[in-house]
């Protein structure tokens, strides 16, 4: 498995933007499929969005679309997701995922997991 290592969250306003950085290491980043997934206070893991190994194709989730955007810089093993016009509804840890299968970062059972970075978003 590859290694995940989130960073970037924090408290930004409503409409402000955040970028949040994945640092993998321990195997061949660009093998991996990779995205983030996200928890609310109080609700389950839910997918946001991901990209397939080369990041030439990407899908989100529809309520971050248009808002959200991921790339990745496979000769720097890293993953972002920059995060714009932020609601408070986008209040929740942020996991990075990685996966052989994109499927299965949408589903939310990806192999991989980072250990969470925080984002708040203050109304």
């Known amino acids: 498995q590859v290694q995940l290592v989130e960073s970037g969250g924090g408290l930004v306003q409503a409409g402000g933007s955040l970028r949040l950085s994945c640092a993998a290491s321990g195997r061949t980043f660009s093998s991996y499929a990779a995205g983030w997934i996200r928890q609310a206070p109080g609700k389950e893991r839910e997918f946001v969005g991901a990209t397939i190994k080369s990041g030439s194709s990407t899908l989100y989730a529809d309520s971050v679309k248009g808002r959200f955007t991921i790339s990745r810089d496979n000769a720097k093993n890293t993953l972002y997701l920059q995060m714009n016009s932020l609601n408070v509804e986008d209040t929740a840890v942020y996991y990075c995922?990685?996966?052989?299968?994109?499927?299965?970062?949408?589903?939310?059972?990806?192999?991989?997991w980072g250990q969470g970075t925080q984002v708040t978003v203050s109304s």
């Open positions: 995922a990685a996966d052989q299968s994109l499927h299965s970062i949408v589903v939310v059972s990806p192999a991989s």
